[in-house]
C-alpha cells in the first residue's frame, strides 16, 4: 500500500504560481511512476502531468505545456507540480497519483493505483 498526502493548494490570482507537493509513504516511492491529475466542477479527472520512476522522464497535458512542471525528490519521497501563469481554468482539485501498470500510458488514470484525497487550487481572474 501507498498513502499520498498533497498540499500546497489554494486561492491565487491569474498569472500567478502555486507548487503542489505530494509526499508518499508505505512503500519504495522510487519505484513507482508518478502523476497529477485535476478535476474541476462538472467535468471528468484529467491528466496534468506524469514523472517516470525509471528515467525520470516527464509528459505535459497540452494544457499546460510550458506552464506546469512536475519533478520528483526520491530521497524525500516527494514529487512536486509547479504551476506558473496560472490561468482561471486551471482551477479544480488536484490529485497525486502513483503506480506503474504498464498496460495503460503515463496519462491514462488506469496506470495509478494509488490517489492522494486532492487539493484545490482555484485561480480568480
Known amino acids: 500500500q501507498v498513502q499520498l498526502v498533497e498540499s500546497g493548494g489554494g486561492l491565487v490570482q491569474a498569472g500567478g504560481s502555486l507548487r503542489l507537493s505530494c509526499v508518499a509513504s508505505g512503500r519504495t516511492f522510487s519505484t513507482l511512476d508518478m502523476g497529477w491529475f485535476r478535476q474541476a466542477p462538472g467535468k471528468e479527472r484529467e491528466f496534468v502531468a506524469a514523472i517516470r520512476w525509471t528515467s525520470g522522464s516527464t509528459v505535459n497535458a497540452e494544457a499546460v505545456k510550458g506552464r506546469f512542471a512536475i519533478s520528483r525528490d526520491n530521497a524525500k519521497n516527494t514529487v512536486h507540480l509547479q504551476m506558473n501563469s496560472l490561468k482561471p481554468e486551471d482551477t479544480a482539485v488536484y490529485y497525486c497519483?502513483?503506480?506503474?501498470?504498464?498496460?495503460?500510458?503515463?496519462?491514462?488514470?488506469?496506470?495509478?493505483?494509488?490517489w492522494g484525497q486532492g487539493t484545490q487550487v482555484t485561480v480568480s481572474s
Open positions: 497519483a502513483a503506480g506503474g501498470s504498464r498496460a495503460y500510458t503515463l496519462g491514462s488514470l488506469g496506470r495509478y493505483d494509488y
